[in-house]
């Protein structure tokens, strides 16, 4: 279930802000790959501003400021250890995925034993007589039967030479060994993550906030209230071409009390299909799929009302600051480096001013 803040509905679309971007996802990965500009429809969908926490103990910080540029990170190096992982249930659907495996075995086999170039044998039949016996592997249920499936394959095999013909005996007696489910489940779990592991140490994320005042955030991200937040102008990097480019690749962040099952076998499929035919086939839908994992996140962290940039680099241009909060408890020394910097760059520098009494937090102008 995504939390109900980001479920605000869009005045045109009657969608929600996490339904929009979602499709802007689709589009993004299924046409060029980008976006070059950022539609007057889409404006509307962004917040205000965007927020960045900060520590003092890191002059890179500081550099962020006055150079203007945001830092995306693999998710393998962020604290939490479950962003960006994916909700395989390899349990549920390996059944789905064997069935289809073993409802292709003739196209495997006309593929994979003859080597590839060989003539074709029975009159130019090879093919479609494989396909056509590969309808008789399964009973009635649909349930795969070993034994059919190699009596049938073997005597479609009998032109094959010798050695050939021993290949396909020794895939069938794999086929029927108590130890292929098992082998066959542990290779596609390997196979799947990998795909995961490169998703989560491959793809460069930046995280960003709707929020500048959330207390837990500051806590956590802030150093303890000694650090500072960055606030980003979204109109002013709407109207800059390099900044719009990057918004284009920025989605919000979903949160689920229980993280949405990835559908494998279409994955599978696509995967298998591309390796096996050496063709550049399709695969967005899957891609997709697994690409989403990286906007999603566990309810526990609804409260960061996080947005995402997708990069291909770690050092992304954004000169789009606007103001700069400074937290309660920063160093004298680290609160005169930042009013150095605002000053040089006319940046708006506040100091943050909890109220005990009152429980509210407030920001006070200083430069």
């Not at 130019?124 to 007589?129: A, T």
């Not at 249920?141 to 032109?159: D, F, H, I, P």
């Not at 990286?294 to 997708?310: F, H, Q, S």
Request: proline content about 4%; overall charge positive.
């Amino acid at each position: 279930m995504a939390e109900n803040k980001n479920q605000k509905k869009s005045k045109n679309e009657g969608v929600t802000v996490n339904q929009y971007f979602e499709n802007q996802l689709t589009t993004l990965l299924t046409n060029t790959g980008h976006f070059s500009e950022i539609s007057t429809e889409k404006q509307m969908h962004y917040p205000a501003h965007l927020y960045k926490y900060r520590t003092c103990d890191n002059g890179f910080n500081f550099e962020m400021i006055e150079h203007e540029y945001l830092w995306a990170d693999i998710p393998t190096n962020f604290s939490d250890p479950f962003d960006s992982l994916v909700n395989l249930q390899l349990t549920s659907e390996l059944p789905k995925i064997q069935k289809w495996l073993f409802s292709h075995l003739g196209e495997l086999l006309y593929y994979s034993i003859p080597p590839k170039g060989m003539p074709p044998h029975k009159n130019g039949q090879s093919l479609s007589n494989y396909i056509k016996a590969q309808e008789k592997f399964t009973d009635k249920s649909g349930r795969y039967n070993a034994q059919k499936a190699k009596t049938v394959m073997l005597l479609e095999t009998e032109k094959l030479n010798p050695t050939q013909r021993q290949k396909t005996q020794k895939m069938f007696d794999k086929f029927e060994s108590l130890a292929f489910e098992s082998e066959l489940g542990g290779a596609i779990k390997a196979h799947l993550e990998n795909v995961v592991n490169s998703l989560r140490s491959e793809n460069l994320v930046c995280c960003l906030t709707k929020k500048k005042d959330n207390l837990k955030m500051w806590e956590d991200y802030a150093d303890k209230y000694s650090g500072f937040v960055i606030e980003y102008d979204i109109a002013k990097a709407i109207k800059n071409s390099a900044c719009s480019a990057v918004l284009a690749s920025t989605f919000p962040v979903t949160y689920y009390k229980r993280l949405p099952k990835v559908p494998l076998l279409p994955f599978i499929q696509k995967s298998f299909e591309k390796e096996l035919y050496c063709k550049d086939l399709d695969i967005s839908e899957a891609e997709r799929q697994l690409f989403k994992q990286l906007l999603i996140k566990k309810y526990d962290y609804r409260v960061e009302e996080e947005w995402r940039i997708i990069s291909s680099v770690n050092r992304i241009p954004f000169p789009c600051i606007s103001a700069i909060y400074a937290g309660q408890k920063i160093a004298e020394n680290n609160l005169q480096k930042l009013i150095a910097i605002c000053k040089k760059k006319n940046i708006t520098l506040y100091r943050q001013k909890i109220n005990l009494f009152r429980g509210t937090v407030d920001f006070q102008i200083i430069v």
